[in-house]
């Protein structure tokens, strides 16, 4: 069974960064392709970033240039570095795996909250 846990979420002010991380279960290089995606209240779940084991990226196009998405898979880990936060960036952010590059996972963690405010 896939366990994805998700931990570096927190409260930050405009401007600041943040690094998430997504340990795994199992050997990640099972999984071609490992994400990020975010929900905030009231909206649907949004790709943040996606990353396959070759190292090719997706991202959306309200982080690029401020987000970078990167794998260790000595580590069973996936990172998210999140810098130039802004108030809209405020959501739950789940790790991923299973999916493509444009296409989610069944794998899901249970979510580290995110807030952006001063």
């Known amino acids: 069974q896939v366990q994805l846990v998700e931990s570096g979420g927190g409260l930050v002010q405009p401007g600041g960064s943040l690094r998430l991380s997504c340990a795994a279960s199992v050997i990640l290089f099972r999984f071609a392709v490992m994400g990020w995606y975010r929900q905030a209240p009231g909206l649907e779940r949004e790709l943040v970033a996606v990353?396959?084991?070759?190292?090719?990226?997706n991202y959306a196009d309200s982080v690029k240039g401020r987000f970078t998405i990167s794998r260790d898979n000595g580590k069973n880990t996936v990172y998210l570095q999140m810098n130039g936060l802004k108030p809209e960036d405020t959501a739950v952010y789940f790790c991923n795996a299973g999916g493509s590059l444009r296409q989610k996972g069944d794998f899901w963690g249970q979510g580290t909250q995110v807030t952006v405010s001063s």
């Open positions: 990353i396959t084991s070759g190292g090719t990226t």
